[in-house]
């Protein structure tokens, strides 16, 4: 049995066991504002003993959200550092406190009983998954076998509930899915070293709550082992676990060591991001039946991000694509257009969101937001969450560098428009295509190619882009 392994003891428990728990992370670093919202949270602590009448160590580990607004504000993030002195006129701290500002989230309502939903499915798998349960205890200990070449064992009979836990966010690029899987790592909390302190059970183990992997550039199997491989050794870094650890991980051979590693580490769960046109090659089936089937040999929940037109070539492959076409969709889509006369008392989404980047930029609260910012904005990031970002982005470090801007009026819709246009020029060719579609219903086949995974949900459905779609399936 390999060093992941070798020091657990195989006992099992039936209640009274006790853990203490520590996050695996470096063991000196300055508190972030990352950390004082977490402990403003009331989320789990870094260290502490699980209870006596827990009868399950990992279960505890999870955040406790009981409510929408607490889930919101969990996944509510700023991005932007307040100045040490907020009388400081230093031009290089100000910039420096807005480097992270293209991070900030506002999180919707959808996004928050998005997070519940996803966390409960997690708390559910875990709950069965218990090592120190007898009756998963020896299917726990054999993985370690199977991480250095055994055959896998059988899945337990009373684990057959889990099977099934998958979950694909789909949506246009730009609209937030990305963004929404990295507040939701944050969300879950660090992976942590468990040491048993009473009771019976394995001396050490680790729980690793969320791991995301990225779909891989090559579209393989092998490609995707391998990062699944590299990101496990990213999170578990700082416990000194060495290279040599997932030496079996490597190739088509290794997809059941992978699955055997992250039920051994109680992986949490399982985020492939990534999805797109250009994933679609014709090993992809053999990636999409990996992931089913370790959804069915693990138990862990499995969440698959991609755009529309990743979701419509698996539908269009029938039977082979069935299990992720019926899994459980969120969507993700570009926010609507507000109205011509801006935001009113009561703003649309995108009008809140713009509002909130606003304030997020200025220390004086009392400065508006100018009334025609929100369509002047859509009008270039087709209300794409991502481009919204770049464009307030821009617009704060402007007003940063020439503070006049705002004493004398020179902050008008002309010139917000000029300096909009010129920061999401990237995004002209894609704004051309998507007002082209709008427009005419129409598009080339280069086009729809090139730009497919900005495409919203009815350009697929469309007789003029359905036969694109011929030559993905």
């Known amino acids: ?101 293209p991070t900030a989230y506002l999180a919707t309502t ?81 992976p942590r070293y468990m040491k048993r302190m ?31 491989g590299e990101a496990l050794m990213g999170e578990l870094s700082s416990s000194k676990t060495r290279k040599d650890n997932f030496a079996y991980f490597r190739g088509k051979n290794g997809a059941s060591a992978v699955i055997a590693a992250c039920i051994f580490l109680n992986l949490g769960l399982l985020v492939i991001d990534g999805g797109n046109r250009y994933a679609l090659r014709s090993e992809a ?14 138990g862990i929940p499995v969440v698959v991000s991609g755009t529309y037109i990743f979701e419509m070539a698996f539908v269009k492959r029938g039977s082979k694509g069935s299990k992720f076409s019926t899994a459980h969709a969120a969507y993700f889509d570009a926010m609507p257009r507000p109205s011509p006369e801006g935001m009113s008392d009561r703003p649309t989404i995108w009008g809140q969101a713009i509002e909130w980047h606003w304030k997020l930029g200025h220390r004086e609260m009392s ?33 940063l560098l020439h503070p006049e801007l705002l004493a004398d009026g020179s902050l008008n819709e002309d010139y917000v428009r000029y300096e909009v246009a010129n920061r999401l020029r990237g995004f002209s060719e894609t704004a051309r295509v998507l007002t082209t579609f709008r427009e005419t219903k129409h598009l080339d086949r280069d086009d729809f190619l090139v730009h497919a995974d900005h495409l919203p949900y009815e350009a697929f459905y469309v007789a003029s882009t359905r036969k694109y779609l011929r030559g993905l399936t």
């Open 285 to 298: 089936n053999e990636v999409m039946d990996f992931i089913s089937n370790f959804q069915r040999r693990s």
């Open 110 to 190: 959808e996004a928050a009983e998005l997070y519940m939903k996803i966390l409960s499915a997690v708390r559910f798998s875990l709950r069965l998954r218990n090592p120190c349960e007898i009756r998963y205890a020896r299917f726990y200990w054999d993985q370690g076998d199977v991480m250095e070449g055994s055959q896998p064992p059988a899945f337990p009979d009373f684990l057959e509930s889990l099977v099934g836990l998958s979950i694909k966010l789909i949506g246009v690029s730009g609209a937030g899915r990305t963004a929404f899987l990295q507040r939701l790592r944050v969300a879950m909390g660090r």
């Open 1 to 101: 049995m390999n060093e992941l392994a070798e020091r657990v003891c195989t006992q099992v428990a039936s209640s009274g066991t006790q853990y203490q728990t520590t996050e695996l992370t470096d063991e000196v670093e300055a508190e972030s504002l990352e950390a004082r919202q977490r402990r403003s949270l009331r989320l789990p602590p870094h260290s502490y003993v699980t209870p006596a009448n827990e009868t399950n160590p990992l279960t505890c580990l999870l955040p406790d959200v009981r409510t929408i607004e607490h889930a919101t504000e969990s996944l509510r993030w700023r991005g932007v550092r307040r100045p040490a002195d907020p009388n400081c006129i230093d031009i290089g701290d100000s910039i420096e406190a807005y480097a992270a500002f």
């Open 367 to 399: 400065v508006p937001c100018p009334r025609f910012l929100s369509t002047v904005v859509w009008d270039y990031a087709f209300g794409r969450a991502q481009q919204m970002c770049e464009a307030l982005d821009h617009l704060h470090h402007k007003i």
């Open 198 to 228: 009473a009771g019976k059970g394995p001396v050490e183990m680790r729980f690793v709550p969320m791991l995301v992997v990225t779909w891989p550039d090559c579209s393989t199997l092998s490609g995707l082992v391998e990062n699944i």
